[in-house]
């Protein structure tokens, strides 16, 4: 069975920094892409980055470019999302997700969700 | 980036009724489309892959079909456990980019 468990979210004062982890099981994870995905509260899907299978690259949109950092150690099994800098429209649910097989940015497995709170 | 318009943004409907959601891309798209189902305080389940696909132990039910930038998902038979919201997601270009979501409820 395919299990992302999301760790370290938390409240955080803006401009400062914070680091989640997902770590996955029940599938060859070094085989999958992977991404993370955030719901502000009440609203709808947000796409925050994701990062091929061997880690070689990484992809954002604008809205976090140069402040967040998506990377992963695949002898652990574990997805890390480094965020600096943070502000308020940054609260949100992150979510670990795995990509399709092939590569294809299609989220076919989720994790539970982990609280990301900015605020003073 | 392409803007993926959803509508409409709440639909009450009864339950056997065929209920139809939609998504109009911003530009061509092709199938690279994706419908995801979010169940009340859950995390979200693909549903429907290139445009028409429907992923593992979906219910056949559901449905999805495109038609030039318009993408529909379709629930042929609505039931009591298909009640929450849905997104359509376009995977052509990055940033990849959610419509803004359908809250589907039981008149």
Redesign the interface.
């Known amino acids: 069975e395919v299990q992302l468990v999301e760790t370290g979210g938390g409240l955080v004062q803006p401009g400062r920094s914070l680091k989640l982890s997902c770590v996955a099981s029940g599938f060859t994870f070094n085989n999958y892409w992977m991404s993370w995905t955030r719901q502000a509260p009440g609203k709808?899907?947000?796409?925050v980055a994701?990062i091929t299978n061997s880690g070689g690259s990484t992809?954002?949109?604008?809205s976090v470019k140069g402040r967040f950092t998506i990377s992963r150690d695949n002898a652990k099994n574990t997805l890390y999302l480094q965020m600096n800098s943070l502000r308020s429209e940054d609260t949100a649910t992150y979510?670990c997700t795995r990509d399709?097989y092939d590569g294809?940015?299609?989220?076919?497995?989720?994790?539970?969700?982990v609280m990301v709170t900015v605020s003073s | 980036?392409i803007q993926m318009t959803q509508s409409p943004a709440s639909l009450s409907a009864s339950l056997e009724e065929i209920v139809t959601i939609t998504c109009q891309a911003s530009q061509d798209i092709g199938n690279?489309l994706?419908w995801?189902q979010q169940k009340p305080g859950k995390?979200?389940?693909?549903l429907i892959?290139d445009a028409t696909s429907l992923?593992d132990g979906v219910p056949s039910r559901f449905s999805g079909s495109r038609s030039g930038t318009q993408y529909s998902l379709k629930i042929s038979r609505l039931q009591v456990e298909d009640i929450g919201s849905y997104?359509c997601?376009q995977?052509h270009s990055?940033?990849?980019?959610?419509?803004?979501?359908t809250k589907l409820e039981l008149k």
């Open positions: 709808g899907l947000e796409w994701s992809y954002y949109p604008d979510y399709y294809t940015p299609y989220f076919d497995y989720w994790g539970q969700g | 980036d690279w994706a995801y995390s979200p389940q693909l892959y992923a997104y997601q995977a990055n940033p990849w980019t959610f419509g803004g979501g």
